[in-house]
């Protein structure tokens, strides 16, 4: 089976590798096709694969090129991972977000809108190539914003595209945890938007083990969403929100310990393009051991994520040793194409076209929820209806992710204009008009947006 990656050369492909490495399953990924517009980054994370291959007998082949429709013939499963601008562009959209005292971060609010409106013709015009040249493979999409992008891909792939994401899987492993359950074993009862969704129930033995944390303090005090939400708000909500959604419940705090960031050190897209300029720079280096070096990148990245809103909440202890666990987004990716290709029928928290699984929403707008898995693709689950405090979000924060797919079909400065207004952590039009205006100066990929 072969597996194509599209942004082939990104910093976390070897997590991909790994976890083929270990699937030994008949029917299994024999060849993974990388592609990337930068080939300095392909060599040098080709280094860190053919390193992790070592003494793995039968490990899966790898090639490399910067040819999309190379890449993409003959492909059974296409992975996209793209990021439009680089990590200079995450910078810039975090910067020129707090200059206006919103958010930058690069899949909510000012950042993310930014970040969606470059990537979505590109995403789409991927989209175009697959129908064209490799029609029966599946697309999993990984390129931020996540949700929106599957759902711009979707217009063109139906549900050939499925979108994944780990912080779904982070939190229910982080709540299954302190709740002495096996993850493999419990039905999360989970539902909204990518990065915007809410854990609203937990079952294991045929009961839902979810209000028993609730109404314990200290276990709400020992994982991280409850360290960084607060038991009392936790409470209130009964609910557990995905981490994301501290940018919207503690907007003005997350908002203040950006800017401070951006004066005294730089913000997290900043720190991370200088991290892995440093990597791919030592990773091609004669002599260096490319994987270590990588891991020793890959550990620091973990331990410093979301450090901005840990300082807000008054987290200063650092992440958990629990809670760097790894196995993310790739046991995702894997236990997906595991499911479609063998038809090994499985349940997991997926972006998919909504369908009728939140009531709220059309049938063609992507959601994150419980899907079933089986060889005909992923089928979304109905679940609970939300609360009207999620629906308000959920439901604007999707008429701005349309508004964001208006604007690249279109190219519309006014449907870019209003999705940079409706959304929920911009608090002015006249913002709007200005965030705009400023992301097009930094972003030739906006030049598109001239009607």
């Not at 314990?216 to 409470?235: I, K």
Request: some cysteine; glycine content about 10%.
């Amino acid at each position: 089976m072969r597996l194509t990656i599209l942004g082939g050369g990104g910093f976390r492909v070897p997590l991909v590798y790994r976890a083929l490495l270990a699937d030994r399953a008949e029917g299994r990924v024999t060849r993974v096709v990388l592609h990337d517009v930068d080939a300095d980054r392909l060599a040098a994370i080709g280094k860190v694969l053919a390193a992790q291959a070592e003494g793995v007998p039968d490990a899966p082949a790898v090639t490399a090129t910067t040819d999309l429709d190379e890449a993409l013939r003959g492909a059974d499963f296409v992975f996209s991972a793209i990021r439009v601008g680089g990590l200079a562009g995450r910078a810039a959209d975090e910067r020129v977000a707090l200059a206006e005292g919103v958010l930058g971060q690069e899949t909510v609010g000012a950042g993310g809108i930014a970040y969606g409106l470059r990537t979505v013709p590109v995403a789409v015009e991927i989209a175009r190539r697959v129908a064209a040249l490799a029609p029966d493979a599946w697309v999993i999409n990984f390129t931020n914003p996540a949700g929106l992008v599957t759902e711009a891909m979707s217009r063109v792939l139906g549900d050939r595209v499925i979108g994944i994401c780990d912080s779904p899987v982070g939190l229910g492993r982080r709540v299954a945890r302190v709740l002495g359950v096996d993850p493999a074993e419990a039905w999360f009862d989970y539902a909204g938007l990518n990065h915007l969704g809410w854990l609203r129930g937990l079952k294991a033995g045929g009961r839902d083990l979810l209000p028993e944390l609730l109404a314990d303090p200290e276990r709400l005090g020992s994982f991280e969403e409850g360290r960084l939400f607060g038991a009392d708000w936790l409470r209130s909500l009964g609910a557990v929100p995905n981490e994301y959604l501290h940018y919207y419940y503690f907007g003005r705090e997350t908002v203040g310990a950006y800017q401070d960031a951006l004066r005294t050190g730089g913000t997290r897209g900043a720190y991370l393009r200088e991290q892995q300029a440093g990597f791919y720079r030592d990773a091609l280096a004669p002599g260096v051991p490319a994987l270590d070096a990588w891991l020793r990148t890959l550990a620091d990245r973990e331990a410093t994520y979301m450090a901005a809103n840990r300082e807000a909440a008054g987290d200063g202890a650092g992440r958990a040793e629990a809670d760097l666990e790894p196995g993310g987004y790739e046991q995702v990716a894997l236990a997906l194409m595991r499911a479609i290709a063998r038809d090994e029928r499985a349940t997991l928290i997926l972006n998919v076209r909504n369908r009728s699984a939140l009531r709220e929403l059309d049938a063609d707008a992507v959601v994150e929820v419980p899907c079933l898995v089986d060889a005909n693709g992923a089928h979304p689950v109905t679940v609970t209806p939300l609360p009207y405090h999620a629906v308000g979000l959920v439901t604007a924060v999707k008429a701005v992710e349309r508004e964001v797919l208006t604007a690249a079909e279109s190219r519309s400065r006014d449907a870019a204009v209003k999705a940079f207004a409706l959304h929920p952590l911009v608090d002015s039009v006249a913002v709007a008009r200005r965030l705009l205006a400023a992301y097009t100066a930094e972003h030739p990929e906006l030049a598109h947006l001239s009607a």
